[in-house]
């Protein structure tokens, strides 16, 4: 299968801090490729670094097999873009919109374009100024959709939408996802988003690609381990896998990536009373996994916490 | 699609374009004896001065291009950053220098047409006769036509301003300065063909300076 996208030790300095560092990142064709990570941890960068917003320090980046450094614009209009916060010319009308974007494209699906306005109820004759976050994200969608392109890179799409519409913009997704070889690489912040429609995941910490790797993959492979003692549990041991440990008086509690019966024979000569291996939802998953050693502030329960962040 | 993108730059700056040809438009009235808003834009014309030479109509001229000028450098430039409006037409399929080169293009010929308007009118009045009493040649216009030129270099300098990226605003218009500089030659008595090249070569040097940040530059 070709890479849709593939970068190769992409970096980006703001001063002296890297926050894009050596990114190897490679999207399938025909994938939906969720990049997660949190603030600040480079998402966005990256993104405009594949669009040629941003000039990389080192490295390169690949869209459809062409380097961004010297991308033609006739391959440039197969890959389609939504930027965070949905930009438009406030000014412009919905029709202004839609004639000033059709202008630079020589494939255009006038019809895909007024299913997916007359779908959310779009009038076009709408000043964009007046319109909603929901309403401008709807638009940004339809005219990232209407060039009929092969890639389409959308930076935190649902950011700021309440539910129903965020739900409802997923849905449109997922439809336009399974037109025939389309490949999506999206951020967010909405893991639950993600769970709906990336069956890959890549996940950025502090700049650089700490997991990539199938969505279910990660799910699975990431366990809670809640041990209960009869007193302070004893030191942990080193232990390949694990992400993060902290005791909460007389309970230790272990997140393990690539989870297996040595995490259990680990945990069992520690000699607990009792211990239980619980699954993570992605949410709980990438929170462990991103969160760092700082937790919330221990003010009903006195923590004693030893984090510890392993890569996988 | 240099159409649409040119489009775009008249859609959003006629509004300023309007006013300072209004502005210049009055300057000009006044110069010939109708002043709609004296002691505000333009003054009454006084009996003997000579078209051109001593009615002051290079001094207010300038200082209204001058205005002109920036409103419009700025407005192109600072006004496409504003909520990441650039990022609308930058992920559209057309490199940076084609969306900049009609933008500077575009804004340029708004300050030229605007700017030689006020001028041709108020000389094309000079020129007919029996409407002052005072002689008249078509070189007198020359300190007005310079001064015109001269205020290009104030919208390239803006223009620059608004798009180079820096942290402290004091190096952020530092090519205004610069610019102001080289429109501040004005006040020396050069003659007007070296005034002119003056200008030119000036004027020259930032375009060029626009097109290396316009290709340099992130948009992040």
Not at chain 1, 265 to 274: I, N
Not at chain 2, 19 to 46: D, E, F, H, K, S
Request: glycine content about 10%; hydrophobic content about 50%; aromatic content about 8%.
């Amino acid at each position: 299968m070709t890479d849709a996208i593939a970068t190769g030790g992409l970096t980006k300095y703001y001063g002296r801090r890297a926050v894009v560092n050596s990114l190897d990142l490679r999207v399938p064709a025909g994938s939906v490729y969720g990049l997660l990570g949190r603030n600040g941890s480079g998402k966005s960068t990256t993104i405009k670094m594949l669009l040629g917003f941003v000039r990389p320090d080192r490295g390169s980046a690949h869209l459809l097999g062409e380097d961004v450094a010297t991308l033609r614009p006739a391959v440039r209009a197969r890959v389609a873009y939504i930027a965070e916060g949905h930009p438009f010319l406030r000014w412009m009308t919905v029709a202004e919109a839609i004639r000033f974007t059709r202008a630079f494209y020589d494939r255009w699906n006038d019809e895909l374009l007024d299913q997916i306005l007359d779908h959310f109820a779009l009038p076009k004759r709408a000043k964009i100024r007046r319109l909603s976050n929901g309403q401008r994200a709807q638009v940004s969608l339809a005219l990232a959709v209407a060039p009929d392109p092969e890639l389409l890179i959308l930076d935190d799409p649902t950011l700021g939408l309440d539910t129903v519409v965020r739900r409802d913009f997923l849905e449109s997704l997922i439809q336009i996802i399974q037109r025939e070889g389309r490949t999506i690489l999206f951020s967010s912040h909405i893991l639950a988003d993600v769970e709906r429609v990336a069956d890959r995941i890549g996940i950025l910490v502090d700049g650089a690609l700490r997991v990539d790797c199938p969505t279910d993959h990660f799910k699975q492979s990431l366990r809670r381990i809640v041990a209960e003692f009869r007193d302070q549990p004893p030191p942990l041991p080193a232990c390949d896998g694990l992400v993060s440990s902290w005791r909460v008086g007389n309970r230790l509690e272990l997140v393990v990536v690539g989870y297996g019966t040595r995490h259990d024979r680990l945990v069992e000569s520690l000699e607990p009373s009792s211990f239980e291996v619980l699954e993570l939802n992605l949410e709980d998953a990438f929170i462990e996994y991103t969160r760092g050693p700082r937790r919330s502030l221990p003010l009903l329960a006195a923590e004693n916490q030893h984090d510890q962040h392993i890569g996988v | 699609m240099t159409s649409t993108l040119a489009y775009k730059e008249l859609r959003e700056n006629v509004w300023i374009a309007a006013l300072g040809l209004a502005a210049m438009l009055l300057v000009a009235l006044g110069a010939m004896g109708y002043a709609p808003l004296p002691g505000i834009l333009g003054t009454a014309r006084q009996p003997g001065q000579i078209p051109f030479t001593s009615d002051g109509f290079s001094y207010q001229f300038g200082l209204v291009a001058c205005g002109l000028a920036l409103a419009l450098g700025f407005r192109q430039s600072l006004g496409d950053f504003l909520g990441d409006a650039q990022l609308f037409v930058l992920q559209r399929p057309v490199n940076r220098g084609r969306v900049y080169g009609t933008k500077l293009v575009v804004g340029l010929t708004m300050y030229l047409v605007c700017g030689a308007l006020p001028i041709a009118l108020y000389a094309a009045w000079a020129a007919t006769p029996g409407t002052h009493a005072s002689p008249f040649a078509w070189s007198m216009t020359g300190g007005a036509w310079t001064a015109w030129l001269a205020m290009t270099a104030v919208y390239l300098g803006a223009l620059l301003s608004g798009i180079r990226p820096a942290a402290w605003l004091g190096t952020r218009l530092a090519p205004l300065a610069a610019a102001g500089l080289l429109a501040g030659l004005l006040a020396l008595p050069l003659p007007w063909l070296a005034g002119w090249l003056v200008f030119a070569v000036g004027d020259a040097l930032l375009v060029a300076t626009i097109v290396w940040v316009v290709l340099t530059r992130d948009f992040a």
